[in-house]
């Protein structure tokens, strides 16, 4: 199904995007990929053999040139993946977060998809086809201890997937949102290939392999750690109960002093 398929892949230089670029390039899928500017980005790009073009997508002129420079290079759009997205982590509670980390949360991890799926959207809705998967994140179903910028923003880009899909289902739009927990990336401080991780840290590859399997079974909700499914239901069933345990969750994260990071928070839940 992925075999020729024109796609558009955001926050492809690392982690998940890099992953995903990969498989889709080993399933035969044509690529158009993007990041911040770096060598890293240009390595992708020359090692898969496609085009690749930097840009911050908090910029909304830049996400229109980027769009505008995969269409003119695939011809269209059939499938966009906006995956791009950062933590920078708020240990001291949510006020601790100045606004400028609010805003490029919220830029990033909901306006980006936002404004990339209103331009691709025209011609998806012309050709009666096409998909979009936002990379959420299992924080967007739950919550993540130690950066409310980035929950509160994961939240967002869930429900906006919930949007897209209700409003374009019909029209043959197909939408994803894809939540996982914890992945050994650079965001958490991975190294490409690391294998030192705690249980329950997946690899970029394993993510990959199981949103591809996902896209296949056309799901909406696609989670690589499917645990997070009973996860959300407790928290469904009942919020207090959940936020209790989830208190002292972090009482026990934070037992022996404010973890530094992220990267050093995961290590401890």
Request: net charge negative; glycine share 10%.
């Amino acid at each position: 199904m992925f075999a020729g398929r024109r796609v558009l892949l955001t926050g492809a230089a690392q982690g998940i995007g890099l992953a995903l670029a990969r498989a889709l390039a080993a399933e035969s899928a044509r690529l158009f990929l993007t990041d911040r500017a770096g060598p890293d980005l240009d390595r992708v790009a020359r090692d898969l053999g496609v085009e690749a073009f930097a840009a911050d997508l908090r910029d909304p002129g830049q996400i229109a040139a980027l769009v505008a420079g995969a269409q003119a290079a695939m011809g269209r759009v059939d499938m966009l993946i906006s995956n791009a997205g950062f933590s920078r982590g708020a240990m001291e509670g949510p006020c601790s977060a100045p606004d400028d980390q609010w805003q490029d949360s919220w830029d990033l991890h909901v306006m980006a998809h936002l404004r990339a799926a209103r331009l691709v959207l025209p011609g998806m809705r012309e050709r009666g086809e096409g998909w979009l998967v936002n990379v959420a994140s299992a924080a967007g179903l739950l919550a993540q201890i130690g950066d409310a910028p980035y929950s509160a923003s994961k939240h967002a880009a869930v429900s906006l997937a919930q949007s897209l899909a209700i409003e374009h289902g019909d029209e043959g739009i197909r939408v994803a949102v894809v939540c996982p927990l914890y992945v050994a990336t650079p965001l958490l401080g991975y190294g490409i290939g690391e294998e030192d991780r705690p249980e329950g840290v997946l690899t970029p590859e394993t993510v990959a392999d199981r949103v591809l399997r996902g896209l296949r079974d056309q799901r909406f909700l696609i989670l690589p750690h499917p645990e997070a499914a009973e996860f959300a239901r407790r928290r469904a069933a009942d919020m207090d109960r959940w936020i209790d345990g989830m208190r002292r969750l972090r009482r026990g994260a934070f037992a022996d002093g404010a973890p530094r990071d992220l990267s050093e928070l995961h290590r401890r839940i």
